[in-house]
C-alpha cells in the first residue's frame, strides 16, 4: 500500500512568486491536512480537508489556501511568497473518524530566496 | 485552546542507556487523543502510538513504553536500552474536538544516543 506522496520534495523560489504543493493521501483516505514546519515556530497545523471541503483552517494569512479534489489528492498554495515561508510542509492523511492516527508524506521543503 | 509542551529541548545519551522524553499537554476537551511521532533527518513524520483519553493504560511495545497520567496531563516516553537508530526528534501531539484531526504539536526533543 503505498504511502502519503508529497510533490515536489524541493523546491526554490523567489520572493513575491507563488508555488502549488500537491500531496496524494493513502488510497482510500479521505481526509489531508497540512502542516508548516520551521525551526522558529515548529509543527504549525495550515488547514484540514475532508471530502473535498475545508473543515478547519490554522492561524495563517489568506495567501495561503487549499483544496482537496474529489480523489482526495489535495493541493497548497502559497501567494506572495515571503522569505519567512521557507520551511517543510507536511501533509497527513487519515481514514476517517478523530482517533485514528495520521500518516505523514516526506515533506516538501520549500526555500524562498 | 490545546497545548502540548516538551519541555526537553535535547537530550543525549549513551547506547544502551534508558530515556524519557517528557510530554506535558492542556485542554479543556474530555475527549482527547494523544500521539507520539518519530522524525528521522528524512523528515517525515513516524507515528508510534496514539492514546485516547479515556484508556489510562500504559502500554509497552518492544523498548518502547508510554506513561500516560491524566492526573498530572502527562504523557511520557520511555526507550529502554537506546540504540543510535533512535536518534531523532521526537513530538508529542494532541488531537482534541469532536471530528477534528488538527494536531497540535510540542516543539519536540532531539535525541541523540551516542555509541
Known amino acids: 500500500k503505498a504511502g502519503v506522496t508529497q510533490t515536489p520534495r524541493y523546491l526554490i523560489k523567489t520572493r513575491g512568486q507563488q508555488v502549488t504543493l500537491s500531496c496524494s493521501p493513502i488510497s482510500g483516505h479521505r481526509s489531508v491536512s497540512w502542516y508548516q514546519q520551521t525551526p522558529g515556530q515548529g509543527l504549525q497545523f495550515l488547514f484540514e480537508y475532508f471530502s473535498e471541503t475545508q473543515r478547519n483552517k490554522g492561524n495563517f494569512p489568506g495567501r495561503f489556501s487549499g483544496r482537496q479534489f474529489s480523489n482526495s489528492r489535495s493541493e497548497m498554495n502559497v501567494s506572495t511568497l515571503e522569505l519567512g515561508d521557507s520551511a517543510l510542509y507536511l501533509c497527513?492523511?487519515?481514514?476517517?473518524?478523530?482517533?485514528?492516527?495520521?500518516?505523514f508524506g516526506q515533506g516538501t521543503r520549500l526555500t524562498v530566496v | 485552546a490545546q497545548k502540548v509542551t516538551q519541555a526537553q529541548t535535547e537530550i543525549s545519551v549513551v547506547e544502551k542507556e534508558d530515556v524519557t522524553l517528557d510530554c506535558v499537554y492542556e485542554?479543556?476537551?474530555?475527549?482527547?487523543?494523544l500521539f507520539w511521532y518519530k522524525q528521522p533527518p528524512s523528515g517525515e513524520l513516524v507515528f508510534l502510538i496514539r492514546?485516547?483519553?479515556?484508556?489510562?493504560q500504559n502500554e509497552i511495545s518492544g523498548r518502547y513504553s508510554w506513561n500516560f497520567q491524566k492526573s498530572t496531563s502527562s504523557f511520557n516516553f520511555t526507550i529502554t536500552a537506546s540504540q543510535v537508530v533512535d536518534s531523532a526528534v521526537y513530538f508529542c501531539a494532541l488531537r482534541a474536538g469532536a471530528g477534528s484531526y488538527q494536531l497540535t504539536f510540542g516543539k519536540g526533543t532531539k535525541l541523540s544516543v551516542i555509541p
Open positions: 492514546r485516547n483519553s479515556f484508556d489510562e
Open positions: 485542554t479543556r476537551d474530555t475527549t482527547y487523543y
Open positions: 497527513a492523511s487519515s481514514l476517517r473518524s478523530g482517533d485514528t492516527e495520521a500518516f
